[in-house]
């Protein structure tokens, strides 16, 4: 059954056992009369080894839910715990990958993983390292390129060397943060089977930022959307239980596709409109301003 | 078209790339005029990049030489370009009369030296003491900004990267910065030159202490520019770059190496291209008044001298001074350039 329910009441083994859970967040931003609340009392649950997409409009507070998890920014309230453990501060046992790919642009391809290796495996020999950030830059496709500086490299490359450095650290778990979505079509649909693959390769717990509902079906096991903010909240979930692998263009035909996505698309036009009617609400002061001719005496019109 | 298979417009790209870096980019559309590539857009190019400075160069000498001689001073008549040149040869010869007396000097001194060491009488080396030339003061100037130039960047980098990283230093500094910044090197110089008087007193002094002077003097004179750059550029690191260290838990001094420097090593350069041109600037000034041999003595000797070559020779000198600030200024673009991890091409 494909029909959407809240989280609370999932009967599944992962909501008894969660490997990273959200309770109760809040955060806002700004102080006093302009202090906006992005997030309103978020609560998720996440199962190891389970890829979990997270998926909402532009500017609905995506990237700050993914920036609570890896720990760079704190929650006014609630808490953050990741294998029993609560989060307080950033750490590499959370690989981020950035939206803006975040390469230092002065270190080459293998540069970038080695610093990322080398700060995380301080007790392997160098030889040990080199190899293993060799091969987190082989797993990506760009061994033949390792010395490239990003500068050199297609958006798509660089994404692939962020996803590297991500991998490197080996976390316990992986936050993608919109990785897809300042590439071109094409690049996009490559790069969504690549990370798949390498999912699929190790299993490693994925928490998956998008505004794509298509690539969220494509890559997740479960997908939650987010209600637009302000005071964003968590909608219920909805599984995926398409086969593995998924072949982009095969799936485009698969009735369950076609239903988790129309329900989806459904639940987030809603819950957009909504917030539409909940906003149109507020009254604008229009500034009161007149047309006035901005056209230079003398000068032949531009019309 | 033959000069379209690959290894001739490699060799090309690399040709252009390699002007680029050198920061020789006007020459790139001679290069590309050349090999073929759209002529009239190259033609274009050249005359806008070389065939018009050459005409503003010829037009300024022009109205020089016509201007020039309807001026009567009590030494003469301001002299014009071709006075100028004629005074340059003649310092060239001037200076390689005086290396000629050098090697004349140490060849009697070795005749000298076996003829006393035939009558068996002990010698003494003597060292030639001929006054320095016009390339030699060129030579002493540089030096003293160079070691002046060193010695600001060596306090001004690291001051410049801890005011960036911590507002507590930066507030420190900043009033400090604000007042000395901008004080004229006619002021520090006479403090300068009573520190050193009073501090710098070895057996045998490898530095002149005029010479330290002024080097010091032109320190004073040229950190601020890049202290503040290097503060600017640390201060602006890219958030997202801050955030890979803070996920990655990097300790300090890896953060500081490994990603503020390397991020803010364009701006530190910018800074420190401005302070080299700074500190050439003032060099002049406190070597004139420090009498510290160098192209500021020799301005300030020919002024003395009131001859009538005494204009001439200054204008020399102006112009040494100027090619010479413009060629560092260059070599700054170039270092500049092979840093700046964002640029055009990799050096």
């Known amino acids: 059954m494909m029909s959407a329910r809240p989280i609370d009441d999932m009967p599944t083994a992962r909501a008894a056992k969660p490997f990273l859970e959200l309770r109760g967040i809040c955060k806002s931003f700004g102080e006093g009369p302009s202090r906006s609340e992005v997030l309103s009392d978020i609560d998720l649950s996440v199962a190891e080894g389970e890829f979990l997409a997270i998926v909402g409009f532009s500017g609905s507070g995506k990237s700050t839910l993914i920036n609570l998890i890896a720990g760079l920014e704190r929650p006014d309230a609630g808490t953050i715990e990741l294998d029993g453990k609560p989060i307080t501060g950033p750490g590499p046992d959370r690989g981020v990958v950035f939206q803006s790919y975040a390469l230092l642009p002065w270190l080459s391809v293998l540069g970038n993983v080695q610093l990322a290796v080398d700060a995380v495996f301080k007790d392997e020999s160098a030889e040990e390292r080199r190899i293993r950030a060799r091969r987190y830059v082989e797993m990506v496709g760009l061994g033949a390129a390792h010395w490239k500086y990003p500068r050199e490299l297609s958006g798509g490359m660089r994404q692939r060397v962020s996803v590297a450095r991500g991998l490197a650290m080996d976390p316990k778990i992986l936050l993608l943060d919109e990785p897809l979505s300042a590439l071109d079509a094409l690049t996009r649909g490559t790069l969504q089977t690549e990370i798949e693959q390498i999912w699929a390769a190790d299993r490693k717990t994925v928490v998956l930022i998008t505004n794509d509902v298509d690539e969220a079906i494509l890559l997740a096991d479960r997908i939650v959307p987010l209600r637009p903010g302000p005071r964003a909240s968590l909608g219920p979930s909805f599984e995926v239980p398409l086969e593995r692998p998924r072949d982009r263009t095969a799936v485009n035909d698969d009735p369950h596709f076609k239903k988790i996505r129309n329900e989806i698309t459904h639940y987030l036009t809603a819950v957009m409109g909504e917030s539409a009617s909940a906003n149109s609400k507020r009254r604008f002061v229009k500034p009161d301003v007149k047309p006035r001719d901005l056209r230079l005496r003398g000068l032949p019109s531009a019309r | ?347």
């Not at chain 2, 016509?66 to 002299?79: D, H, Q, R």
């Not at chain 2, 420190?272 to 060099?283: A, F, N």
Request: charged share 15%; hydrophobic share 50%.
């Open chain 2, 1 to 347: 078209m033959e000069s379209d298979t690959p290894s001739f417009s490699t060799a090309k790209a690399r040709a252009i790339s390699a002007l680029e870096s050198l920061g020789l980019e006007i020459f790139v559309p001679a290069v590309r005029l050349v090999t073929g590539e759209d002529p009239k857009v190259q033609l274009q190019d050249l005359t806008r990049s070389i065939g018009v400075p050459v005409v503003s160069i010829a037009v300024f000498l022009l109205l020089w030489s016509t201007l020039a001689a309807s001026v009567e001073t009590s030494i003469g008549s301001v002299p014009g370009p071709a006075a100028v040149w004629t005074e340059a040869k003649g310092l060239v010869v001037e200076h390689q009369a005086e290396r000629q007396k050098e090697v004349e000097f140490y060849q009697r001194m070795e005749v000298l030296k076996e003829k006393w060491a035939a009558k068996g009488k002990a010698w003494k080396e003597r060292r030639y003491s001929g006054r320095p030339t016009y390339f030699d003061q060129i030579w002493t100037s540089l030096q003293t900004v160079f070691v002046g130039f060193l010695v600001a960047s060596l306090i001004a980098v690291p001051i410049g990267i801890l005011c960036g990283l911590s507002r507590t230093m930066n507030a420190a500094f900043s009033p400090l910065i604000q007042v000395f910044k901008p004080v004229s090197p006619l002021a520090w110089l006479p403090i300068v030159m009573i520190l050193v008087s009073a501090l710098y007193t070895p057996e045998n002094p490898f530095f002149e202490k005029s010479f330290i002077t002024s080097a010091l003097t032109v320190s004073l004179c040229s950190l601020w520019p890049t202290l503040v750059n290097t503060s600017l550029g640390v201060a602006s690191v890219d958030q997202d770059h801050l955030n890979v260290a803070r996920v990655l838990k990097l300790p300090w001094t890896t953060r500081v190496f490994k990603i503020v420097v390397p991020s803010a090593l364009p701006l530190i350069f910018t800074g420190l291209r401005l302070s080299l041109g700074v500190g050439w600037m003032v060099l002049i000034a406190a070597e004139m008044l420090a009498q510290n041999p160098g192209l500021g003595k020799f301005v300030w000797d020919m002024f003395q001298n009131g001859s009538s070559q005494t204009l001439a020779q200054i204008m020399v000198a102006v112009f040494t001074i100027g090619l010479i600030g413009f060629m560092l200024d260059r070599l700054m673009v170039v270092l500049q350039r092979a840093v700046s991890f964002d640029g055009a091409a990799a050096a």
